[in-house]
T-cell receptor, first 112, second 114 residues
């Protein structure tokens, strides 16, 4: 019953560093999503994917990149970390766009 | 105006109380309605999923949708301290394609006290 697995759980980065947040799902969902959640701001969609090789921007894509080479994995890349990217990042997957999404437990990222 | 509005709370109730959590929305195309529960330092987990108007009950939880008023509610009966969490509503249209992505409320923080 793994569902959606995110690694790492916590990370501290220095300004200008880069890193990749990992996300894997074992439910054979074609649709996968990356959100950031800031206090009082709700979930903001960063990028999404409708299948291997197909990705598109969400509401707040600047400063991030994604790739989707397999159905299972959907990594999120931060190239030049900035303090504004301090947040909790959630990966989710679903069967279709309008169906319930299943979430991982998040990656807490601090950029100092 | 946000597409989905949700009172952020916090809402504090004594154990055993009936809790009412609400969302309003502006997009009349929304047909699928969900409630998620999010514990501290955890991801949102699906609590209730309903289609169109009406009520759905699952144990102590009842989800209600009033499409004419663009208003959805989640009722929790006999609230327990373990219900203390943030509750997010989410909804989507019945189209296919990107227009039917989920739109989330910002969440209501609930605290159930002993």
């Amino acid at each position: 019953n793994a569902g959606v697995t995110q690694t790492p759980k916590f990370r501290i980065l220095k300004i200008g560093q880069s890193m990749t947040l990992q996300c894997a799902q074992d439910m054979n969902h074609n649709y996968m999503y990356w959100y950031r959640q800031d206090p009082g701001m709700g979930l903001k969609l960063i990028y999404y994917s409708v299948g291997a090789g197909i990705t598109d921007k969400g509401e707040v894509p600047n400063g991030y990149n994604v790739s989707r080479s397999t159905t299972e994995d959907f990594p999120l890349r931060l190239e030049l970390a900035a303090p504004s990217q301090t947040s909790v990042y959630f990966c989710a997957s679903s069967y279709r766009f309008n169906q319930p999404q299943h979430f991982g437990d998040g990656t807490r990222l601090s950029i100092l | 105006q946000k597409e989905v509005e949700q009172d952020p709370g916090p809402l504090s109730v004594p154990e055993g109380a009936i809790v009412s959590l609400n969302c309003t929305y502006s997009n009349s195309a929304f047909q699928y309605f969900m409630w998620y529960r999010q514990y501290s330092r955890k991801g949102p987990e699906l609590l209730m999923y309903t289609y169109s108007s009406g009520n759905k009950e699952d144990g102590r939880f009842t989800a209600q949708v009033d499409k004419s008023s663009k208003y959805i509610s989640l009722f929790i009966r006999d609230s327990q301290p373990s219900d203390s969490a943030t509750y997010l509503c989410a909804m989507s249209a019945g189209y296919t394609g990107t227009a039917s992505k989920l739109t989330f409320g910002t969440g209501t923080r609930l605290q159930v006290t002993l």
